[in-house]
């Protein structure tokens, strides 16, 4: 079979996919083995493939492969989030589409459609997670919104009901007038915008006087019912107790004091407007306010308004303010910089509003949540989000966990005719709980309740309140505490996610697990970064600066494009993406499979060629140490997660220390063959190497893996061992740096003095002086073109030399070496180093640098010392050496 020249991933990614799915080894079970275990992040069932669902499925694919690869029963369990407020969203503009609005449907009906849209759309992102080579357990995939999934949900909503945690009440909360629906306080992004701050008088009743006030938001003038100022304000003393009346609307409003203002804040004088500010709420309660809500759930001003009925707030604004100029109120305005919270489902902004809804407490049962991170029990990579986490824990809000949609789990609440509730799993168990209740009203003396019609809560519950059960539910961990999957996948290991979900998801994952579970749902949570163009913006679709993945799969290969992601993300930094990475992936898949070529060329030169009989032992002895101090390397990366240099040394060892160096080391002579054993070496040694690459490109592996020698039917790489270490021997890799080095400067002198390769050079070196690679001889004479290599009794004059370890060889290049410009180069060398010297004395002779300093970084300032002295000495003798 013809090997083509360059690797083509087109025809090898879907072949080995499919393999590896028909072989069953994404399948996991439990057995006897150790369980590594990642849940999936569940991406939205609206969503498509984005560079963030790259970036973290690439790093769960190469941990989990990895996993696998190490003996241990690999398990990633896949799946999707219901997604409320976008999925409906999605729903409701294909009905609008139609000529169908959700208003003119049932709940039933719209229902109807939603799945209907889930089953066409939902799984597009699952069969796209398959082109980037994602070795989910597909057979375990979940969905948030399957029967056992909700139900779990349904019964962690009761028994949180009947342990007192979750209440049901009048608060403020962000609404989002786009979405219909309250978010939580992590759903809402504040952006700084451009405000105009409007300074309106309010006279003051009975009098000519008047009250300034500054605000952002003239349009909720119109529910304002009180104008507040501190108690010691000098300014506004004389007008305590006294009203004010309110512009446009002219009604009158008390002036109240509270130490809450600042006197330095603005006019010192605030307008409260209890129904739209969270703090005017609170100051509204506290001195007994009545409260207008101006503004429709859509964000129109209400019927209460009394003005611009049925008009958008944005709108209004711009006329109050033209109003209330007209009207001789408006003193004057000033562009000004505000925080506005926006949703982060439909970019609305957010209003503050006060709604009946459900919540969450949160100070007592997320304490364990808190506590185990920041004893790391449950790790967080990196650590510096600790910080973040634990300023979030200590000031925890209550949860809004209602949602004023009808795509997702309905909250199990039913009401009679008066709007008494009880909460129950089904309409009989509430009719049996309201006859428990009136058996209780009975035996008291009370009138009992009326329950001949029951209604069910209308709203469904946040999103994240099913997915914050994830790690659980998708075991079955609900359904049967003790089943065997639950029992021996849970805790999982790793979390792969975004820190923007820290709160939104892991911390309530946390909460759920102890609470439920009693144990933590994973050990370590690795937090990627964001990926950002050139331009350091976070890639998006509405900015038009992200790529296809798909795309990007088709153009490089995945391989090409998992490398490229990997290659600048260290965990928790922002990826700074550029289509070039990519590019580089797919060219280093290019060099392997350039590797792979020439060693099957070798192969097949076996049968009919004399085999090179050189001795390439310390060749194959010194990749095998350098395997082994790099396999102990890139496992001690893994550890500590620092998965993109863990990608890079392989990328070295492969490129550099295999490819530019080992396969140059045993190339056979021209005209022969690869010795046997050699061959045997070399190949396994390969073998290592793919290894060790698998997780990161496990198609071209795969495929080079099965081309390399027959393999039985289940000889597949993605279930090989691990490569172990086997002794690296730390003498021979110093001593190969040296000849390296060796081989580096001979082959730059050739460089630099325009010596041809073909033209053998002679090196000597002093006896007793050779710096201890003598096993790499005959290779350093075989790359470099040497006539010989050997030990000289005398420092021969007029030759030029070099320094390794503060050992000198002399190349005798004859005529080939123009003595002036060896003379100018030596003398620009000598000069650095003098100079370098004397950068490292001034460090030795400072006294604070040297009572400060460690001893380790002493010692290596006085090896620095020496080192130079050493090289300036010699360089000095090269001088007098030319000038003879």
Known sequence: MEIPKTYEPTQTEDKWYQSWLLKGFFRSVPDEREPYTIVIPPPNVTGVLHMGHM???????????????????????????????????????????????????????????????????????????????????????????????????????IDLYKKGQIYRGTRMVNWDPAGLTAVSDEEVIYKEVDST??????????????????????????????????????????????????????????????????????????????????????????????????????????????????????????????????AGHLLKTEPYKSNVGFSERTNAVIEPRLSLQWFLKMKDISKPALEHVMNDDIRLVPDKFKNTYRHWMENVHDWCISRQL???????????????????????????????????????????????????????????????????????????PNNADIKYYYPTNDLVTAPEILFFWVARMIIAGYEYRGEKPFTNVYLTGIVRDKLGRKMSKSLGNSPDPLDLIA?????????????????????????????????????????????????????????????????????????????????????????????????????????????ELVKPALGCSMKREVLEATISSFETLLKLLHPFMPFITEEIWHSLKERNENDFIIVASWPKV???????????????????QIRNLRKTKNIPMREALPVTYLKGSFAGHE??????????????????????????????????????????????????RIKSELDYTVSFLDSVMKKLSNERFMANAKNDIVAMEQKKKSDAEARIKLLQEQLVALSN
Request: aromatic fraction near 10%; charged fraction near 25%; glycine fraction near 6%.
């Open 55 to 157: 970036l973290n499925n690439t790093i769960q694919d190469v941990l989990i492969r990895r996993a696998r690869m190490s003996g241990k029963n690999a398990c990633w369990v896949p799946g999707t989030d219901h997604a409320s407020i976008a999925t409906e969203a999605k729903v409701v503009a294909m009905l609008k589409e139609k000529g169908i609005h959700k208003k003119d449907l049932t709940r039933e009906d719209f229902l109807k459609y939603a799945w209907e849209w889930k089953e066409k759309y939902g799984g597009i992102i699952l069969e796209q997670l398959k082109k980037l080579g994602a070795s989910c357990d597909w057979d375990r995939t979940r969905f948030t919104m399957e029967d056992d999934l909700s139900d779990a949900v349904i019964d962690v909503f």
């Open 197 to 326: 701050l409007y300074y309106v008088k309010y006279a003051v009743a009975g009098t000519n006087d008047f009250l300034v006030i500054a605000t952002t938001r003239p349009e909720t003038i119109l529910g304002d019912t009180a104008i507040c100022v501190h108690p010691d304000d000098e300014r506004y003393k004389h007008l305590h107790g006294k009203k004010v009346i309110v512009p446009i609307a002219n009604r009158e409003i008390p002036i109240i004091t509270d130490t809450y203002v600042t006197m330095e804040f603005g006019t010192g004088a605030l307008k409260v407007t209890p129904a739209h500010d969270i703090n005017d709420y609170q100051l509204g309660q506290q001195h007994k306010l009545p409260m207008i809500d101006v503004l429709t759930p859509e964000g129109k001003m209400s019927e209460a308004a009394g003005f611009y009925i049925g008009e958008d707030r944005f709108d209004v604004r711009k006329k109050i303010a033209k109003d209330l100029d007209a």
């Open 406 to 480: 009808w795509w997702g789990q309905r909250i199990p609440a039913w009401y009679n005719e008066t709007g008494e509730f009880v909460v129950a799993k089904t309409e009989t168990e509430a009719i049996a709980l309201f006859e428990e209740l009136n058996a209780s009203r009975k035996a008291a003396g009370e009138k009992p309740v009326s329950f001949t019609r029951l209604s069910q809560d209308e709203d469904v519950l946040d999103t994240w309140f099913s997915s914050w059960l994830w790690p659980i539910s998708v075991f079955d961990g609900f359904k049967d």
């Open 555 to 663: 153009k490089y290969g995945a391989d090409g494009v998992r490398v490229g992601m990997l290659l600048s993300s260290p965990a928790g930094n922002d990826l700074p993406f550029d289509e070039s990475l990519c590019e580089q992936g797919r060219n280093f898949a290019n060099k392997i499979w350039n590797a792979f070529r020439l060693i099957n060329g070798w192969q097949q030169n076996a049968a009919t060629m004399p085999a090179d009989e050189r001795d390439y032992t310390a060749a194959i002895n010194w990749f095998q140490s350098k395997l082994d101090a790099e396999i102990t390397n890139i496992n001690d990366l893994y550890a500590k997660y620092r998965i993109s240099e863990a990608l890079m040394a392989t990328y070295k060892l492969i490129w550099d220390d295999f490819c530019s160096w080992y396969l």
């Open 726 to 744: 086997i002794n690296a021997n730390t003498q021979i890799l110093s001593d190969f740096d040296a000849a390296a080095e060796l081989v580096s």
């Open 775 to 824: 096993q790499f001889h005959s290779l350093v004479i075989k790359l470099c073109n040497l006539s010989e290599l050997k030990e000289v009794l005398a420092k021969p004059t007029g030759q030029n030399s070099i320094v390794i370890r503060e050992h000198e060889y002399f190349i005798d290049a004859g005529n080939m070496i123009n003595k002036d410009e060896e003379r100018i």
